[in-house]
């Protein structure tokens, strides 16, 4: 094998893929990255764990002698990363075993595994399902990923699920029983589709938010045994689904509210990073605000018996129903939101059903997200 790649093209390559490949050594062959030169696609690039496969493909390279290679995916990006910005030459020397990288007048070398132990993606037999636009499945995920869970005895809340309903509608939801994230869309380049779900890892999830584009370009989703597949035309991202049903989702948002109220979004978001300065108290161990919405005004207190107290007016309030109302919040839970929401209206809004009961939060001139935040019991 033999070929040359403009420096730039190889990391950027490189960069798209190595993150699927073990960071553990109890299988050498998973900490691979697999390089297969052809004469009729150029360069092909794969990485696997056995849970995420990603690959990608380009011809922007000179083909000098077909082959593959197996190098250790981790070091060699970090190798290729710091090379000059030149043309790079790639040789596989079969007598010993390593690929020589040459590039001006230096030279480097990297040990090889067997690549014939590399195992295939399971791509054969997918059946292909429905397409959407990439950016659309990149808003989806950029509004959900963050509100799964890190760990939980049940694994379908450590993911995000799609949730594809009558009329070709999808649910994008994730959520950690403390908090939920939806996000709606209609699959209009599909053809009608019998209602299903599947759930995919969070990893999986922010793996297709580095590789999405912003873009009207439809990506592909297939399945195959218990793989989801993302393709288009130069890469490909397969994942493991996660086994299990999703808990009845509908049934945690809120259908009625004593409260309604429109604040701006910009300086909440700005009294949220302050409050989240102040570190939790011993008690409730979780950074949390405090808020009592009034007539015009809302109160926001933060408050550490160690490091001292916060405590916050924020004006032009406009609230309905019930206009007395205290209620306290995870800090992060609610910023996260606010964040995501002040990229896109100058005021949100939140619907309030009691003290205790969860509230409701969402832009109010669009009903394609919403989010459900679950207050905290305090003693006031």
Request: glycine share 4%.
């Amino acid at each position: 094998m033999k070929f040359n790649i403009d420096k730039k093209d190889l990391s950027s390559l490189t960069s798209l893929v190595y993150r699927a490949a073990s960071n553990k050594q109890t299988v050498p062959v998973l900490s691979g990255l697999l390089l297969q030169v052809s004469a009729e696609q150029g360069l092909i690039m794969t990485a696997t764990d056995m849970e995420i496969g990603i690959r990608v493909v380009s011809d922007k390279i000179e083909v000098l002698e077909t082959g593959s290679v197996l190098v250790n995916a981790h070091y060699f990006a970090d190798l290729i990363k710091v090379l000059p910005d030149s043309s790079i030459s790639l040789i596989l020397n079969k007598e010993t075993s390593r690929l020589d990288i040459n590039y001006g007048r230096s030279s480097g070398f990297i040990n090889t595994y067997r690549d014939y132990e590399y195992p295939e993606l399971p791509i054969k037999n997918m059946e292909n399902s429905f397409s959407i636009a990439q950016e659309t499945i990149k808003e989806a995920l950029k509004k959900t990923v963050f509100a799964a869970s890190v760990t939980h005895f049940r694994q379908v809340f450590t993911g995000v699920l799609f949730d594809i309903r009558e009329g070709n509608i999808l649910n994008v939801v994730a959520s950690d029983t403390h908090r939920l994230a939806c996000y709606t869309c209609n699959l209009e380049n599909a053809e009608e589709i019998k209602p299903f779900n599947f759930i995919i890892p969070t990893r999986t999830a922010n793996e297709l938010l580095r590789l999405l584009e912003d873009s009207q370009e439809l990506i592909k989703i297939a399945f195959s045994e218990n793989n989801v597949i993302f393709y288009k035309d130069n890469f490909i991202l397969l994942s493991r689904l996660i086994e299990g049903q999703y808990p009845n989702y509908e049934q945690v948002i809120p259908g009625s509210f004593n409260t309604s109220l429109d604040i701006k979004t910009a300086i909440l978001a700005n009294s949220l990073e302050r409050a989240r300065i102040m570190p939790s108290d011993e008690k409730l161990k979780i950074q949390h605000a405090k808020f009592h919405f009034r007539e015009n005004e809302a109160q926001v207190n933060t408050y550490s018996e160690i490091m001292g107290e916060i405590e916050e007016v924020i004006e032009d309030l406009n609230i309905k129903g019930e206009t007395d109302v205290k209620i306290a919040f995870n800090t992060n839970y609610f910023l996260d939101v606010v964040k995501i929401l002040a990229a896109e209206c100058e005021e949100l809004s939140i619907n309030l059903s009691g003290a205790l009961g969860p509230a409701l939060i969402k832009n109010p001139l669009k009903d394609n997200y919403l989010y459900v935040l679950v207050p905290l019991r305090i003693s006031n």
